[in-house]
């Protein structure tokens, strides 16, 4: 088995490194499994993602330039004639139960909120008797290290429900969703909680983030990035990266969590686009629906929206707002398009800049960076990555780097070494690894 689920996977895009240790999950997942009445065991690798570009953009249907990590989640399961829902985390050792209902008390906190929005949200807008599954996993993708472990899991999640009720096949599907990044677009509005399309919204998991996680784990190609535009989420261009290069991933260490008190941090950037949006629309008299329309229509959206914010008085973000506009505005309009015209015609100088644009933008506007995460950006350029950059949603998390794939081991080691010698509390839990930009979803 070990030998065929490798061959499947590297076919599917990861390296034959990769490939090997991920057949070694799925081994120890499938023990796990115990089918019967021949019940057919259904088999996913389920990929974190990279965000290379695009820095909390896509909720305000901007642009980011994204692909997927080699590492993610190994995912078994077999069908179930009843609905109930049992899963085994290999990783965590811990079981969770549940009954797939639209009236499903969804968990306060914990990883367990991600699969109970899942079947709730799909037992609401699929009506009828649904089956359930019992579902067996296991994740070499950092937790809670901005690489998107909570949308992989919700990507997983959707494709046993999906899988072993035939959702796909349902007419409620087919009038709302034809093409892979309208299924992008709905795994968001899961999360988000919103309505997509005629599928009616709910509580989701209490953040209000966009759907750029699960297009770039749904639709990512082996070797490549891909600019995509948001709300509706949209296919702009591809380009593959220089097959010299590769990425180098540094976790910081300080945890990247969308639940509990980091929640509020995260929801003040997502909100802020609302409330930019909001003003605009009172100041301007144009209905604009997305933050990427104003920055797209009126060149001169960002002066007016200073003017006015500070003729309104008395309110605290009468700073930050412009700023927050203005980094929206640069990373979706300028860096994004311009760093994919680099990479297309082997500029790594310009991408590199570029990039470097982007970091300073994220810290100085937007305010999601942390020392750690400033600090690991800075000392991969200085070690010669040909570009670096923290990614996710911020507020702790990862950096990536760009260098060439001959050294990518040997630069990891100085990298660690320098974050170390830099003092850095959160070392303890740091990780420093390899990566290609690999695969999608992938059913074996």
């Known amino acids: 088995m070990?030998?065929?689920?490798a061959e499947s996977l590297f076919n599917a895009g990861l390296s034959e490194h990769e490939a090997h240790k991920k057949a070694q999950l799925f081994n120890s997942v499938e023990?796990?499994?115990s089918p019967t009445d021949g019940a057919q065991v259904m088999r996913w690798f389920v990929p974190g993602r990279i965000e290379v570009l695009g820095k909390h953009t896509d909720y305000g249907g901007g642009r980011?330039?994204?692909?997927t990590a080699e590492r993610g989640f190994c995912v078994a399961a077999t069908p179930r004639t009843d609905s109930l829902i049992?899963?085994?985390d290999l990783i965590r050792r811990q079981s969770f139960e549940f009954t797939m209902s639209p009236d499903l008390e969804i968990p306060r906190y914990g990883w367990t909120v991600y699969p109970a929005v899942v079947a709730r949200r799909l037992a609401r807008n699929f009506h009828g008797a649904l089956r359930g599954a019992d579902i067996a996993l296991a994740s070499d993708l950092p937790s809670a290290a901005g690489m998107s472990s909570s949308s992989a899991l919700v990507v997983a999640m959707f494709a046993v429900l999906s899988a072993v009720n035939r959702i796909s096949e349902r007419e409620e599907y087919a009038a709302n969703i034809q093409r892979v990044e309208d299924l992008a677009g709905y795994l968001g509005c899961i999360?988000?909680?919103q309505t997509y399309q005629a599928l009616t919204g709910d509580g989701g998991v209490g953040t209000f983030g966009g759907s750029e996680d699960h297009t770039a784990i749904l639709a990512s190609q082996p070797g490549h990035l891909k600019q995509y535009a948001f709300?509706?989420?949209?296919?702009?261009?591809?380009?593959k990266l220089p097959g010299a290069c590769t990425f180098v991933i540094a976790v910081s260490g300080v945890v990247a969590s969308k639940t509990g008190a980091a929640r509020a941090q995260y929801n003040r950037a997502s909100q802020g686009t609302r409330t930019i949006l909001e003003f605009w629309r009172s100041v301007s008299g144009t209905n604009d629906a997305t933050l990427a329309a104003v920055a797209r229509n009126s060149p001169d959206s960002l002066g007016r929206l200073r003017t006015a914010l500070r003729q309104a008085g008395g309110s605290t973000d009468s700073e930050w707002l412009p700023n927050r506009f203005e980094?929206?505005?640069l990373e979706s309009e300028v860096i994004v398009p311009q760093a994919c015209d680099a990479l297309a015609s082997g500029d790594l100088g310009t991408f590199g800049k570029l990039v470097d644009d982007s970091q300073a933008a994220a810290d100085k506007l937007l305010g999601n960076q942390v020392p750690e995460t400033i600090a690991l950006a800075k000392q991969a350029r200085s070690l010669?990555?040909?570009a670096a950059s923290a990614f996710g949603a911020g507020f702790g998390g990862s950096v990536w780097a760009l260098v060439s794939r001959d050294e990518a081991a040997k630069f990891a080691s100085r990298w660690r070494e320098a974050y170390e010698h830099g003092s850095h509390s959160a070392i303890r839990n740091s990780q420093f690894f390899v990566t290609a930009a690999g695969p999608p979803l992938t059913l074996l």
């Open 2 to 5: 070990s030998a065929s689920t």
């Open 64 to 67: 980011s330039l994204l692909c």
């Open 384 to 386: 010669g990555a040909f």
């Open 191 to 193: 999360e988000n909680g």
């Open 86 to 88: 049992r899963i085994n």
């Open 327 to 329: 980094q929206f505005r």
């Open 31 to 33: 023990q796990q499994m």
């Open 231 to 239: 709300c509706p989420v949209r296919l702009e261009r591809c380009v």
